[in-house]
């Protein structure tokens, strides 16, 4: 089973949809296991980006593969053939776009998360957090790895239809966002994020939605 809008989800993951698009994308969300399952998925790696080498993506140049057969050329006494005339273009640049973005994301996931199943990193250590001016009670397991720390985010009391990101802050000042995610979601669903900071360096982990926190879940 498959679906069409798929195509969208590595734009939708990577923040680049316009307002319009994202309500209408985390609607479709809503009533479709297939995207549902996908972004579970892939929603890790945006935070992992910053982990790739390029020489994780680079093809061999030492066996690049049988080219195609250009022999037998046409005499040159025989004329070639008119080309089709041409089609209208259609204005496909969005879904191109969108389609481009979620194939760079697959590729990412055949690099990254094998490694990721590879880690043996040392058991979750669990935060709890609750903000007693917008209600909304957090909890996250850490674990680490050797690229830093997977994230899992339990939130309760948060308004529906909203665009959530998880931004980590370390001891040492500097943040990192740890992952999107729409709120259209069951209160006790467990939503994956990371960071390449280490679990021994994270100071805070903010739950953002408009430039406000909405929690901070501390150790």
């Known amino acids: 089973m498959s679906c069409d809008r798929t195509v969208a989800l590595g734009a939708y993951l990577l ?17 479709c296991s ?3 399952r996908e972004m579970v998925r892939l929603a890790p790696l945006p935070g992992l980006l910053g ?3 390029l020489s994780d993506l680079e093809l061999s140049l030492d066996d690049p593969g049988p080219g195609p057969d250009l022999w037998p ?3 040159r006494d025989e004329p070639e ?18 389609a481009g973005v979620l194939a760079v994301l697959v590729a990412l996931a055949g690099v990254l998360v094998p490694r990721l199943a ?13 903000d007693g001016t917008s209600g909304v009670v957090a909890s996250a397991d850490l674990v680490g790895k050797s690229w830093g720390t997977e994230l899992w985010m339990t939130v309760e009391n ?3 239809g909203l665009r959530c990101k998880l931004i980590v802050h370390d001891r040492a000042g500097r943040a990192e966002i740890g992952g999107w995610w729409g709120t259209d979601h069951a209160p006790d669903e467990r939503i994956p994020g990371s960071t390449s900071f280490p679990v021994g360096e994270i100071e805070r982990l903010d739950v953002v939605v408009d430039m406000k926190v909405l929690v901070s879940v501390r150790p």
């Open 15 to 31: 923040g680049s949809l316009d307002p319009a698009e994202r309500s209408s994308f985390e609607r479709h969300l809503h009533g």
């Open 34 to 36: 297939v995207c549902r």
């Open 51 to 53: 982990q790739v080498q």
């Open 73 to 75: 050329l046409p005499p």
């Open 81 to 98: 053939a008119d080309p089709p005339p041409a089609r209208p273009r259609r204005r496909r640049r969005p879904v191109l776009v969108a």
């Open 118 to 130: 590879r880690d043996d990193g040392p058991a979750a250590v669990t935060w709890h957090a609750s």
């Open 158 to 160: 948060i308004p529906k």
